[in-house]
């Protein structure tokens, strides 16, 4: 078996990255797990990241304003937005800035994962 590929998850809901990162890990990636966006960003290895499974409503910094930080540093990881506020507004300028994915956190598991796959086995 190759190496496992590095997908991060950003959100502030432990129950929520315990579950993303079993279902990841069983899919064959490695998780790793940043509470904030600050904490993400404070991470000098987050380039290995090919994909990150990002929330909307984080404390401190957003995920959309994360996504801005990204793009212009030119950082080009795939993200995918998993919300439990879903608003269209949110949405548009989510997927206008380039998101892999926008989906609800209530949305099934295995969509959420068809889309990571797409992003990072591509």
Do not use: N, W
């Not at 129950?15 to 960003?41: D, I």
């Not at 404390?59 to 998993?82: D, H, K, N, P, W």
């Amino acid at each position: 078996m190759g190496t496992l590929k590095p997908v991060a998850i950003v959100d502030d809901d432990p129950s929520l990255c315990r579950s993303f990162s079993r279902l990841l890990r069983l899919a064959g990636y490695e998780p790793s797990v940043f509470h904030s966006a600050e904490e993400f960003l404070a991470d000098d290895g987050r380039s290995r990241f090919a994909c990150i499974l990002l929330d909307i409503q984080l404390g401190g910094m957003s995920g959309i304003e994360l996504q801005r930080t990204m793009s212009a540093r030119g950082e080009g990881a795939a993200l995918i937005f998993v919300t439990a506020h879903d608003e269209p507004a949110l949405r548009a300028e989510a997927l206008q800035a380039g998101c892999a994915g926008f989906f609800s956190k209530s949305d099934d598991g295995e969509r959420i994962l068809a889309a990571v796959r797409e992003a990072v086995d591509d």
